[in-house]
């Protein structure tokens, strides 16, 4: 168990309730398959704009996507590779 003291167990938790929420995993999913900025994302989930941006800057603030300049929008894209592999595992499950 040499390796469980080397982990943050916290941390790796922490980052795993960020993805627990319904609507960030969502996002999570919809921005494996493509780059999108938040007006997309809002109206593909119906949702309001604030809403989307809070859960972008969770989500943000975990590490798990990035923003990027893209003229006058940012666009965002997931980043984290092990979230990717945790998502698609999720997803290969279904």
Do not use: W
Request: with cysteine.
């Amino acid at each position: 168990m040499d390796i469980a003291n080397k982990i943050d167990f916290e941390e790796l938790a922490e980052t795993l309730k960020v993805l627990g929420h319904p609507i960030r995993l969502k996002i999570v999913c919809g921005l494996l398959s493509e780059n999108a900025c938040v007006t997309d994302i809002y109206k593909c989930l119906s949702l309001p704009q604030a809403t989307v941006s809070q859960h972008l800057s969770l989500l943000r603030n975990k590490n798990i996507v990035k923003s990027v300049r893209q003229g006058v929008k940012m666009r965002y894209k997931v980043v984290n590779e092990d979230i990717i592999k945790i998502v698609r595992a999720l997803l290969e499950a279904k």
